[in-house]
T-cell receptor, first 116, second 115 residues
Framework: AQTVTQSQPEMSVQEAETVTLSCTYD???????LFWYKQPPSRQMILVIR??????QNATENRFSVNFQKAAKSFSLKISDSQLGDTAMYFC?????????????FGQGTTLQVKP | DTGVSQDPRHKITKRGQNVTFRCDPI?????LYWYRQTLGQGPEFLTY????????KSRLLSDRFSAERPKGSFSTLEIQRTEQGDSAMYLC?????????????FGQGTRLTVV
């Protein structure tokens, strides 16, 4: 069974600075997707960034980038130039290719506070 | 269509009562998922539909839980004989099957409190 672990329950960062959120996962599969989702207070979860395991290049989306280390089963999220609107709970998630179900397995989440 | 819609947003019920939640997915999405999220935790998969067919159910989904998607459009999740342990946020998500359904769009959730 796959598992996702986020070892940082809470983090804070000053506005305009950079922060990195950690995620490790466990799987015996070689093909899968990894995601970071953002859940702002009282709002719906939205996709931040997606990485396909077969791609060596790290995904980037504007101020958000990942460091994907397949051998180490590590998938960290870097937020550059942090903004107040980045305050949210962030979830790392795993999706298997196998079965093509689209089912997500989430970590426990990291609450990020961006301070002015 | 502005996204995934869930109703109600909040529900308080007495232990032992039945509750039903509704999810309206994005109209062109044929996959629909239900997740449960307890306070401070990540969402846990409950079940998913492709069109009207329920293709997978988690072991978390006890026999008190039932989900339907009768015409492949909206879905309902019913909890019978609610227990305090059922208190959680129930999230619905939808995705297109094309591309492996790798982008799931979530609703705002229904927060259930069992007293």
């Amino acid at each position: 069974a796959q598992t996702v672990t986020q070892s940082q329950p809470e983090m804070s960062v000053q506005e305009a600075e950079t922060v990195t959120l950690s995620c490790t996962y466990d799987t015996s599969e070689s093909n899968y997707y990894l995601f970071w989702y953002k859940q702002p207070p009282s709002r719906q979860m939205i996709l931040v960034i997606r990485q396909e395991a077969y791609k060596q290049q790290n995904a980037t989306e504007n101020r958000f980038s990942v460091n994907f280390q397949k051998a180490a089963k590590s998938f960290s999220l870097k937020i550059s130039d942090s903004q107040l609107g980045d305050t949210a709970m962030y979830f790392c998630a795993f999706m298997s290719y196998s079965g093509n179900t689209g089912k997500l397995i989430f970590g426990q989440g990291t609450t990020l506070q961006v301070k002015p | 269509d502005t996204g995934v819609s869930q109703d109600p947003r909040h529900k308080i019920t007495k232990r032992g009562q039945n509750v039903t939640f509704r999810c309206d997915p994005i109209s062109e999405h044929n996959r629909l998922y239900w997740y449960r999220q307890t306070l401070g935790q990540g969402p846990e998969f409950l079940t998913y539909f492709q069109n009207e067919a329920q293709l997978e159910k988690s072991r978390l989904l006890s026999d008190r839980f039932s989900a339907e998607r009768p015409k492949g459009s909206f879905s309902t999740l019913e909890i019978q004989r609610t227990e305090q342990g059922d208190s959680a946020m129930y999230l619905c998500a939808s995705s297109p099957a094309a591309g492996g359904g790798t982008e799931a769009f979530f609703g705002q959730g229904t927060r259930l409190t069992v007293v």
